[in-house]
């Protein structure tokens, strides 16, 4: 089985900024999120996890996990998209021409990544290089790897996956700290 989950709330989440690669921790409320996630999965098997080398989802991983003989392992191919300039910016939405809203409303379109940002095409290329590298072929041979991740890198394994087009990258939605089974 291939599973994943987005890491817990942070302050940012709540104040509605970009992350992207920008290294912040959970709050309060998302770790109490990956405390109620760690008892509400706790009957489900994981032989590993591979998680973010973010902050925030590091911190979710191993609340999640905590107890249980899972090793979690950090792999840069799973660090959020980034968002360049836009990094830290409040409330995208509300600027109507602000560039990195098209990856939101019109993702097959962001082509060009905003200054210092990351393409789709980057974020489908790193992320499809782990599936290939790392989880596919454990999940082949039969073992249940969790994914501990962020909004667009988990959309973007869950496309690969299911073999989406583009216009549906965010068609499922990415909630905080909800488990999702991408292969069953």
Same mark, same amino acid.
């Given at each position: 089985?291939?599973?994943? &989950?987005?890491?817990? %709330?942070?302050?940012? /989440?709540? !104040?509605?900024? #970009?992350?992207?690669?920008?290294?912040?921790? #959970? /709050?309060? =409320?998302?770790? %109490?999120?990956?405390?109620?996630?760690?008892?509400?999965?706790?009957?489900?098997?994981?032989? &590993?996890?591979?998680? +973010?080398?973010?902050?925030?989802?590091?911190? $979710?991983?191993? *609340?999640?996990?905590?107890?249980?003989?899972?090793?979690?392992?950090?792999?840069?191919?799973?660090?959020?998209?980034?968002?360049?300039?836009? @990094?830290?910016? $409040?409330? +995208?939405?509300?600027?109507?021409?602000?560039?990195?809203?098209?990856?939101?409303?019109?993702?097959?379109?962001?082509? $060009?990544?905003? @200054?210092?940002?990351? +393409?789709?095409?980057?974020?489908?290329?790193? $992320?499809?290089?782990?599936?290939?590298?790392?989880?596919?072929? !454990?999940?082949? =041979?039969?073992?249940?790897? #969790? &994914?501990?991740?962020?909004?667009?890198?988990? +959309?973007?394994?869950?496309? !690969?996956? %299911? /073999?989406?087009?583009?216009?549906?990258?965010?068609?499922?939605?990415?909630?905080?700290?909800?488990?999702?089974? *991408?292969?069953?």
């Amino acid at each position: 089985m291939l599973y994943i &989950i987005r890491h817990g %709330k942070t302050d940012w /989440n709540v !104040q509605h900024r #970009l992350q992207g690669m920008t290294d912040i921790p #959970l /709050n309060e =409320e998302g770790r %109490k999120m990956a405390r109620d996630a760690a008892i509400e999965y706790k009957d489900i098997h994981f032989d &590993i996890c591979y998680c +973010s080398p973010l902050i925030r989802a590091r911190e $979710t991983a191993e *609340i999640l996990l905590e107890g249980r003989d899972i090793p979690i392992i950090v792999d840069d191919r799973l660090r959020e998209m980034g968002f360049g300039k836009y @990094e830290g910016f $409040t409330d +995208s939405f509300s600027v109507p021409d602000c560039p990195v809203n098209v990856l939101f409303f019109h993702p097959e379109q962001y082509t $060009t990544p905003v @200054e210092g940002g990351e +393409s789709l095409d980057d974020l489908f290329a790193r $992320t499809g290089d782990f599936l290939r590298e790392v989880a596919l072929p !454990q999940v082949e =041979e039969g073992k249940d790897v #969790l &994914i501990v991740g962020h909004g667009a890198m988990n +959309s973007c394994i869950r496309c !690969q996956v %299911k /073999n989406r087009p583009r216009e549906e990258f965010w068609k499922d939605g990415i909630p905080n700290c909800k488990l999702q089974t *991408i292969i069953g």
